[in-house]
C-alpha cells in the first residue's frame, strides 16, 4: 500500500543514520509495498540514489529483481549526471578564482560530499555558488563569456539594480545541460539580515570535491542556512530534513554556541529550532540536553510541524510540483523569531521588487524605481487569481 510505501522509505533513512534495523524494513516490504508510488515519491523527495543503496546494504535479497534493476539504473543516470554537474562547478570555480573572485559552493555536490560522503547519493540539478555582492557582476560577465545565458537579459547597470533587491539569478549552459545559480545573499530575504559571503570567511570548511580541494561553508554555519532554506521552501522535500539529521549525526563536535549565535545573528532561532525538532522527530537524531531543552520549550514547534508533516506527502504530478500553493504564506510568518520580523518580512513582500518584476518589466536601470509601484499591482492580481481559482467571487 501507500502508506507501505512512506513508512518503508522513512524507515530506510533511519536505517542510513543507525536508528533503524533491517528487521523493520524486511517486515514492511513483505507486507507489500506499492513499488511504482515508492519509486515517485522517492524521486518527488530527492531520495532515490540514498534509498537504493541502503535497500542494497541491508536487505539484498527481499528486493525483488524487477525494482532493484529499475533502481539500479536509476542510481548509475543519477551518477553520471552528478559527475557531470560536479567537473562543471570545477571548471567555473577555476575561472572564478583566475580572475580573483572569492566563490564558495553549497548544496550540489558540496553538500553530497559533505553529508552523505559520495556524490552519486544525492539528487540535485543545479550548481549554486556563491560570491560577494562586489563581485556579482563580474562572475556573471565571466559566466556569459563562457556561453551562460542568464535567465533575465539586463545590460550592466540593470543588473547592479537587480543586485540591490534580489539574492540569485540563474544562468543556462549554451546547451541546456547545466543550470548555475550565482548567489550573493544566502537569505533568499528569509532570514531578518541578509547571510553574505563575507557572513562566512573566517570559519571556512575545506571540501574535496572530485580530488580538489575547495572553500565552502563549515558544519555549523552550513546547519543554519539549510534551517533557513527548508523554511523558506515551507519543508516541501523530506530530503531537507534528512539532510540536518544527517548533518547533526556526523558531527560529534559540533559549536552548538556558534550555531545559536548565528542564527540568533541572523535572527532566525525559530527556523533552526524547527529543523532540529523535525529531524529528531522523524530520524530520532539525538541532540544535546542544551539544545533538546530548547526545543521541548518552544511549544510553537509542534503545531509548525504538523503543518509541514500535513502536506508533507500530498499527492503531486512531478517532482518539481511544490506541495504548497506560495513560496510566500501564513508559514513564512509563523517562522520568524519575533512580531517585528513578521512585519519587516510582510513588508518586504509587499513592497520590494523581485525577480518576477524584473522578469516581466524589465525597465532601463534609471526608471527602475518604477518596480516599487508595480509590486503591490502585481501582487493583487495574483490574489485576485487565487480567490478565483478556489472559487471565490
Known amino acids: 500500500t501507500k502508506k507501505h510505501a512512506i513508512d518503508l522509505l522513512i524507515c530506510c533513512l533511519k536505517a542510513r543514520l543507525g536508528n533503524e534495523d533491517s528487521c523493520k524494513i524486511k517486515q514492511l516490504i513483505r507486507r507489500g509495498i506499492d513499488w511504482d508510488y515508492f519509486i515517485k515519491i522517492a524521486a518527488i523527495h530527492g531520495l532515490l540514489p540514498l534509498l537504493y543503496k541502503t535497500l542494497k546494504n541491508t536487505v539484498p535479497d527481499d528486493l525483488p529483481g524487477v525494482i532493484s534493476e529499475k533502481l539500479h539504473k536509476i542510481y548509475l543516470a543519477n551518477a553520471g ?15 572564478f578564482d583566475k ?10 555536490p558540496a553538500l553530497a560530499e ?42 550592466d547597470r540593470q543588473f547592479r539594480r537587480y543586485t540591490k533587491v534580489e539574492d540569485d539569478m540563474a544562468f543556462f549552459s549554451g546547451y541546456g545541460n547545466a543550470l548555475v545559480e550565482l548567489h550573493w545573499d544566502l537569505s533568499g530575504g528569509y532570514s531578518s539580515f541578509p547571510i553574505h559571503i563575507e557572513t562566512f570567511q573566517n570559519r571556512l570548511h575545506f571540501y574535496k570535491i572530485a580530488g580538489k580541494m575547495f572553500p565552502g561553508l563549515c558544519r555549523e554555519d552550513l546547519l543554519v542556512y539549510l534551517c533557513v532554506h527548508g523554511s ?23 559549536d552548538w554556541q556558534r550555531v545559536f549565535n548565528l542564527s540568533k545573528k541572523l535572527r532566525c532561532r525559530q527556523m533552526l529550532l524547527l529543523g532540529l525538532y523535525m529531524s529528531n522527530d522523524f530520524f530520532h537524531v539525538p541532540l544535546p ?34 506541495a ?67 472559487g471565490v467571487h
Open 114 to 155: 559533505l553529508v552523505y560522503g559520495d556524490i552519486a547519493l544525492r539528487q540535485f540539478s543545479d550548481l549554486d555558488i556563491l560570491v560577494s555582492l562586489d563581485d556579482a557582476s563580474k562572475a556573471r560577465n565571466l559566466l556569459e563569456t563562457k556561453g551562460y545565458q542568464a535567465e533575465i537579459n539586463l545590460d
Open 232 to 254: 523558506k521552501h515551507c519543508w516541501e522535500r523530506l530530503e531537507w530534513i534528512f539532510s540536518i539529521a544527517a548533518l547533526v549525526s556526523s558531527s560529534s563536535q559540533l
Open 289 to 322: 540536553s542544551s539544545i533538546n531543552k530548547r526545543v521541548l520549550k518552544n511549544t510553537c514547534l509542534p503545531h509548525l510541524a504538523k503543518e509541514v508533516y500535513d502536506s508533507l506527502f500530498k499527492e503531486r504530478s512531478t517532482p518539481v510540483e511544490p
Open 324 to 390: 504548497v500553493s506560495s513560496r510566500f504564506g501564513t508559514f513564512h510568518l509563523k517562522v520568524r523569531d519575533n512580531f517585528p520580523d513578521k512585519i519587516r518580512f510582510f513588508l518586504r513582500l509587499a513592497l520590494m521588487p523581485t525577480k518576477g518584476d524584473w522578469r516581466e518589466f524589465p525597465v532601463p536601470a534609471v526608471l527602475s524605481f518604477l518596480h516599487y509601484g508595480l509590486r503591490p499591482l502585481r501582487m493583487g492580481e495574483s490574489l485576485i487569481r487565487r480567490l478565483k481559482a478556489k
Open 99 to 108: 580572475n580573483n573572485i572569492p566563490a564558495l559552493p553549497f548544496k550540489g
Open 81 to 95: 549526471r552528478n559527475l557531470f554537474l560536479t567537473g562543471t562547478l570545477i571548471k567555473i570555480l577555476n575561472l
